[in-house]
């Protein structure tokens, strides 16, 4: 009976905390960078690379894109890197 109680509990271990990546991008509603960065802190990620592009359709200071793309998985604690519309 013990041996099956360990091995219950061994295989039962739940796998890595995988997090989908929080939305930003073009269309609405537009994430801004504090959002999308609180976004991120909440589901235990961190903030990548940031960087710019000049704003066309999307409002300054919007989140436009990032890497892994908004809704991938990302295990909980590693980067996301993102860009900014200025």
Same mark, same amino acid.
Do not use: C, D, H
């Given at each position: #009976?013990?041996? /099956? *109680?360990?091995?219950?509990?061994?295989?039962?271990?739940?796998? +890595?905390?995988? #997090?989908? *990546?929080? +939305?930003?991008?073009?269309?609405?509603? @537009? *994430?801004?960078? +504090? @959002?999308?960065?609180?976004? /991120?802190?909440? /589901? =235990?990620?961190?903030? =990548? $690379?940031?960087?710019?592009?000049?704003?066309? %359709?999307? $409002?300054? =200071?919007?989140?436009? &894109?990032?890497?892994? +793309?908004?809704?991938?998985?990302?295990?909980? =604690? &590693? &980067?996301? %890197?993102?860009? *900014?519309?200025?």
């Amino acid at each position: #009976m013990p041996s /099956l *109680v360990i091995r219950k509990a061994w295989f039962g271990w739940p796998a +890595a905390n995988v #997090m989908k *990546v929080p +939305a930003s991008g073009v269309g609405p509603p @537009q *994430v801004s960078e +504090a @959002q999308f960065l609180a976004n /991120l802190s909440v /589901l =235990g990620l961190k903030p =990548g $690379t940031r960087t710019t592009q000049a704003a066309g %359709a999307v $409002t300054a =200071g919007n989140v436009v &894109s990032s890497t892994p +793309a908004a809704g991938a998985n990302a295990n909980q =604690g &590693s &980067s996301v %890197a993102y860009v *900014v519309a200025v």
